[in-house]
């Protein structure tokens, strides 16, 4: 199993990054895919999640507006592309496969994660 997240960075309030994930064609290939992120002192909680052909989004009402998941199926990439950041997004981000329904993580697996730092 691969997840190996990047992109992450430090920007300020109002600013945008865009989040990558590249995963193993064997489980991308079969997979409804998500990003997840876990703040200092919290759990990790779901952020957005998307189909298996890229039909289907959902996000956390937080970031509804402001952040775009997508999928390249060719390239075995998810992305995650987040504008107007505010510093309640800062967090280490993560992707996994997800249940779109109950947006749980499918896997106990998860790679290193990306951080993002938003400062105000």
């Known amino acids: 199993v691969q997840l190996r997240e990047s992109g992450g960075g430090s920007v300020q309030t109002g600013g945008s990054l865009r989040l990558a994930c590249a995963v193993s064609?064997?489980?991308?290939?079969?997979?409804?895919m998500g990003w997840f992120r876990q703040a200092p002192g919290k759990e990790r909680e779901f952020v957005a999640g998307?189909?298996?052909?890229?039909?289907?989004?959902y996000y956390t009402d937080s970031v509804k507006g402001r952040f775009t998941i997508s999928r390249d199926n060719n390239k075995n990439t998810l992305y995650l592309q987040m504008n107007s950041l505010r510093p309640e997004d800062t967090a280490v981000y993560y992707c996994?496969?997800?249940?779109?329904?109950?947006?749980?993580?499918?896997?106990?697996?998860w790679g290193q994660g990306t951080q993002v730092t938003v400062s105000s």
């Open positions: 064609e064997f489980i991308f290939s079969r997979k409804n």
């Open positions: 996994n496969a997800v249940v779109l329904t109950t947006r749980v993580p499918e896997d106990d697996y």
């Open positions: 998307i189909g298996l052909y890229g039909g289907t989004t």
